[in-house]
């Protein structure tokens, strides 16, 4: 329900992003609604933070619309919001082929870009957030290879947490 | 002698405090201008009273927490527990009542949680300028909001379709019997008064009407359109000024307009006009109009009940 909420409000309230601090306050809703609705999450949230602020060169910040934001060398990898919903920055092909490859959904908000989505619902996801996130630090930190398919392998991958 | 207060519990003490001087900063600038006779800044409460108050705890209390090594839940579970005693606060130091509370709470829990992440991640930086810029830039808004006018006027529409005619819904337009009826509205049912019975002095233009409300609360109208069976709208000569609500909404005018649709039937169109004096409008606006609106179809709904039962 929490994601349901968020998905209408991006859509049809996008304005709202610009007031100066709403996005924050929203942000605060909905980690209250994770809080009471789904506890759990905050557990895979929290397990996901400890690995990536634990990587060389990590740094955290609050995301500009709202969410716990990894960064390195002064870059964005990705984001994490209250609602357990994780978006990462990407090249398009990459997108096509994390998409095409069910490991990640389009960006709940913006389509023609880079970034995907994928929403963390349950333990096992918490792996395969971590890989999404090590290939967003791989590929920030200039240690990206050549070739997505020979990097990733089938057997690292769980199933995608399809949005209910 | 050193007392050794938990960080969390002093986060949340310091947090309370920091939001009872601002709070009490705003309502200083908004009583001065008052005074003074300077511009009417029209709001009670403000934008900043209600947004940059409670991002101004959060980021206090997570200054507070830097070092404490709390979990993201943790945090937030504080941020929830910090917000609770600011509610509890105003209850008792701004005398807001329970309707009232109930109606802010999602902004100040949102908010506090919200100043808590940003303070969170702020202060993990140890970038001393960065965190002074940000904190002295939100004060500079609260007071440069203190002193903008707040005041926002709305009207608010509902349609009923009730099966009979204009002339047998006209009897019961200006004044009817008290409602019996429970209300359905939950806002209703946990306490915020609704309307019970109309009164007039006469049937005619320029006449008294009078609006009892459930806990007793008069609304004074005079009739100022009397187009009989078509037209009846009324201002508001008095209200009540309850904390509760009724400090922070005026209702300025009310208008109920009849429509013969040839069948037997009759469009009944309420229309009411209130002004604000609560910022953001954005978020007060949802609860004022729903509010209206379910004042509206009590009434709207009660006179279907007589027109159409008197068949």
């Known amino acids: 329900m929490n994601n349901k909420f ?89 997108k096509q082929t994390l998409i095409s490859r069910e490991i990640a959904l389009e960006h709940h908000s913006f389509k023609n870009s880079g970034w995907v989505s994928f929403y963390i619902q349950k333990s096992e996801d918490v792996t395969t957030a971590l890989k999404l996130f090590e290939w967003g630090y791989y590929l920030k930190t200039n240690q990206w290879p050549l070739n ?15 949005f209910t | ?68 090594q709390l979990t993201g839940k943790q945090y937030t579970w504080n941020a929830v527990i910090c917000g609770l005693y600011g509610i509890l606060l105003s209850a008792i130091v701004l005398r807001e009542g329970v309707i009232c509370l109930i109606i802010v709470s999602p ?75 429970k209300p359905s509205f939950w806002l209703f049912r946990v306490g915020m008064p609704y309307p019970v019975q109309s009164t007039v002095d006469g049937h005619y233009k320029g006449a008294g009407r009078k609006c009892v409300f459930s806990n007793g609360y008069v609304f004074d109208e005079v009739m100022s359109v009397y187009d009989q069976n078509k037209e009846l709208t009324f201002d508001i000569t008095h209200q009540p000024r309850d904390p509760e609500i009724m400090g922070h909404i005026d209702i300025l005018k009310g208008q109920f307009i009849l429509k013969d649709n040839g069948d037997g039937t009759t469009t009944l169109t309420g229309n009411s006009w209130y002004r604000l004096y609560i910022a953001p409008v954005w978020y007060y606006d949802i609860w004022a109009s729903s509010i209206t609106r379910n004042v509206h179809l009590r009434v709207m709904e009660h006179i279907k009940y007589l027109a159409e039962h008197e068949q």
Not at chain 2, 30 to 39: A, G, K, M, V
Not at chain 2, 160 to 181: F, L, R
């Open chain 2, 1 to 68: 002698m050193k007392l050794n207060v938990n960080p969390v519990i002093r986060g949340m003490i310091a947090a309370n405090a920091i939001g009872l001087l601002l709070v009490a900063i705003s309502k200083w600038i908004i009583d001065y201008t008052e005074r003074n006779r300077l511009p009417d800044v029209g709001g009670i409460f403000v934008f900043s009273d209600f947004i940059i108050v409670p991002v101004l705890m959060g980021v206090t209390c997570a200054f507070f927490w830097r070092n404490s």
């Open chain 2, 107 to 181: 902004l100040i829990f949102g908010f506090i949680i919200g100043g808590v992440s940003i303070g969170r991640y702020l202060f993990k930086k140890k970038n001393n300028t960065l965190n002074v810029s940000f904190v002295s830039i939100l004060f500079l808004f609260l007071v440069s909001d203190s002193l903008s006018v707040h005041t926002y006027d709305n009207m608010v529409a509902d349609v009923v379709t009730i099966k009979a005619s204009p002339e047998q819904v006209w009897k019961y337009v200006d004044a009817y019997e008290p409602i019996k009826e």
């Open chain 1, 148 to 162: 997505l398919p020979e990097f990733i392998k089938e057997e690292d991958m769980l199933p995608i947490t399809k």
């Open chain 1, 6 to 94: 968020f998905k209408i409000v991006t859509r049809y309230f996008p304005f709202f992003k610009h007031v100066p601090l709403i996005a924050k306050g929203y942000e605060g809703m909905q980690l209250l609604m994770t809080l009471l609705m789904k506890p759990q999450l905050f557990e895979y949230m929290d397990k996901i933070e400890r690995e990536i602020s634990s990587w060389p060169g990590i740094y955290m910040t609050s995301h500009k619309y709202g969410g716990m934001q990894f960064n390195i060398n002064k870059k964005e990898i990705g984001h994490i919001h209250g609602s357990g919903i994780l978006d990462i920055l990407f090249s398009r092909s990459i």
